[in-house]
């Protein structure tokens, strides 16, 4: 089997990270985001993903290279030169995709993170017969999204609903799709979406089917949606794989470390916290619902809550890091400051506290 992963833009929602890395590769739960979605794919026997991407592609290829191998798994890229939407993409790949097999593919958005249940995807395709299948999942507030609305017995997607003012249900698009090659017949090389576009023909045509997620499920492409996607992933840890999760009495709740970071004395961590490899908590630090990335050292007595610190930085004794504070890559908080939702770009040293949310250039 083969799959696509939309891997697409700049990722501008998640800068200053993104100025470093493109988005696929900023961590997430300490490994880049799009290594979840790789490796639970060759999990349910994928054998080549394919990229599709319109920026640093080289970036992208270089980083992956090693884990081609580690995964055993073939990773190419189908490279736009214009913004090609979410269904130009497949168009373009399609001697990619398409083999002598005549097997359905698997389609990604780059920024969802879930428990992806592929198996269990792969089965429902077959028991419809129908020509694709799109993972829905179930939303508290269905007027931000588009919404779907199905037959709930059989999963047969009526219609979408953009933005509906109206309540006509609360099941929206997860961004995970198993389509049929005949599907790549709709779809002219131009830019194109596939929710507007394609799957409203299918659907018209009846053979649209659609599977309720089960599980969380989260598209982590700004910071406060990743701050709450790292909450529904450790959770999710802790019922599938609890051994992978740190404990010890100064873990509070759910919290991942890597195995080559170091802790110090009398601190206290979590819940929802992740520590990259490399990095260096010293003592008396209080880390809660944030990410520290590679790199990272924590002073003495700092405390850092819902905020993310980006590869390589310091952020100094006594500082206060917290309210979705960002740092990019290699950011220097000086002892003692104060950072209140500050977004600081890579390479910057804060000798003076950020009082209320504003970028630092």
Known sequence: MKALILVGGFGTRLRPLTLSFPKPLVDFANKP?????????????????????????????????????????????????????????????????????????????SDV????PLKQMIEFHKS??????????????????????????????????E?????????INAGIYLLNP?????????????????????????????????????????????ITGLRLYLDSLRKNSPSKLTTGSHIV?????????????????GPDVAIGPGCVIESGVRLSRCTVMRGVRVKKHACISSSIIGWHSTVGQW?????????????????????????VLPHKEIKSSILKPEIVM
């Open 33 to 109: 985001m799009i290594l979840h979605q790789i490796e639970a794919l060759k999990a349910i026997g994928v054998s080549e993903v394919v990229l599709a991407i319109n920026y640093q592609p080289e970036v992208m290829l270089n980083f992956l290279k090693d884990f081609e191998t580690k995964i055993g798994i073939k990773i190419t890229c189908s490279q736009e030169t214009e913004p090609l939407g979410t269904a130009g993409p497949l168009a373009l790949a399609r001697d990619k995709l398409v083999d002598e097999t005549g097997e359905p593919f698997f389609v990604l958005n």
């Open 113 to 116: 993170i879930s428990e992806y």
């Open 128 to 161: 419809h017969g129908g020509e694709a299948s799109i993972m829905v999942t179930k939303v508290d507030e269905p007027s931000k999204y588009g919404v779907i609305v199905m037959e709930e017995s059989t999963g047969q997607v009526e219609r979408f609903v």
């Open 163 to 171: 933005k509906p003012k109206l309540f006509v249900g609360n099941k």
């Open 182 to 226: 005949s599907t790549l017949d709709r779809i002219e090389l131009r830019p194109t979406s596939i929710e507007k576009e394609v799957f409203p023909q299918i659907a018209a045509e009846k053979k649209l089917f659609a599977m309720v997620l089960p599980g969380f499920w989260m598209d982590i492409g700004q910071p406060k949606d990743y």
């Open 253 to 269: 709740g759910n919290v991942l470390v890597d195995e080559s970071a170091k802790i110090g004395e009398g601190c206290l961590i």
């Open 319 to 343: 500082a206060r890091v917290e309210n979705m504070t960002i740092l990019g890559e290699d950011v220097h908080v000086c002892d003692e400051i104060y950072s209140n939702g500050g977004v």
